[in-house]
């Protein structure tokens, strides 16, 4: 069994030497007033982040907060996607279910620890789904950062 090792200012760790749980590194990504189309099939919005795990036993806590705005009624659907590839029901649900009433906006996040078992760049980013193929809602609509931030966390 090889040791992947963690190398700083010439100091060497293994996987082995962290305890388990810890933060390892952290990243953030951003947006601002994003209007997505949205029909019944999952579309990519623009809140995204990548995270090259430094260990394959690591594990990736995704915690999202993001602002949904409808100008008319509709249902609306987030989805967490790993490197493009839809994650929320192989975890057990890590996807959210709302109704937006005309002219409101709801607050919202999704936040999952997942364990992509690679050390390779990893890219999550949340994607929406509405009712019918007339959809539309507004990412942001307040005019706020909408946040993704990814922790690696040792496992």
Request: glycine fraction near 8%.
């Amino acid at each position: 069994m090889s040791i992947s090792k963690i190398q700083d200012a010439g100091v060497s760790l293994t996987s082995a030497a962290l305890p388990a749980g810890s933060v390892l590194q952290v990243v953030q990504g951003t947006t601002v007033n994003t209007t997505t189309k949205i029909g019944t099939t999952p579309v990519v919005t623009s809140l995204t982040a990548s995270i090259t795990p430094l260990f394959s036993s690591s594990k990736i806590l995704v915690i999202s907060t993001f602002a949904l705005y409808a100008p008319s009624t509709t249902k609306s659907i987030a989805f967490l996607y790993r490197n493009g590839t839809n994650i929320s029901a192989a975890t057990g649900g890590a996807y959210l279910y709302s109704n937006i009433t005309s002219g409101a906006q709801i607050t919202t996040g999704i936040s999952l620890l997942d364990s992509p078992a690679t050390t390779s760049a990893t890219a999550y980013a949340i994607y929406l789904a509405g009712n019918n193929s007339g959809s539309i809602v507004y990412f942001n609509g307040d005019n706020q950062n909408q946040q993704i931030i990814l922790m690696e966390i040792a496992g």
